[in-house]
């Protein structure tokens, strides 16, 4: 009798343990969503982590990756170079169909064929982010970009005329025909 009330206990406790974890890659929290999707987002190496965006969209947001070809995926996630700095999110909302908007930046500096940062420029985008509630877990709806900031470490060079510029004040030149 006593084995049967030592199992009994072991797996009281196996159950209230697997009750109070959460599951891995289930964000149960609009932050906690976005930030999944962010980081998941920088690190994709394989057309295989499509799924994991897939997994964390719903409407816009779903509808973009969907449509993707394998080469604008590959162009969009796996050959850019960008290396994350930095996740913040401010200011959740929740709206009146039950939805939030939720406030982020992301800082990204630009990659080396290594993957480590070439520290030539800081880029910063603040965006919006609509969040869907779909049954237990939060997915991305939609973003919409707010503002970009670009730091560069050396001057930014923009030449006078650029390649094709025409001044609009030179006197044109007379052609001569036979």
Partial sequence: MRWLRMAVQAMAALCLAQACTKSPGRPETPEG??????????????????????????????????????ETFEQQFMRNKMVLQSFTTKDLRQEKNGDVSLVYEIAFKDGSHDGKPTNEAVYTN??????????????????KNVKTYIERKDALEIPPNPPGYVDPEAPKAETHGK
Avoid: C, N, P
């Fill in 33 to 70: 969503t976005l930030e999944a999707y962010v980081k998941t987002a920088f690190s994709v190496s394989s057309l295989e982590d499509s799924r994991k965006l897939l997994d964390l969209s719903t409407g816009e947001a779903r509808d973009w990756l969907e449509s993707m070809s394998k």
């Fill in 126 to 143: 603040k965006k919006i982010a609509y969040l869907h509630k779909d049954g237990e877990q939060w997915k991305i709806k939609a973003t």
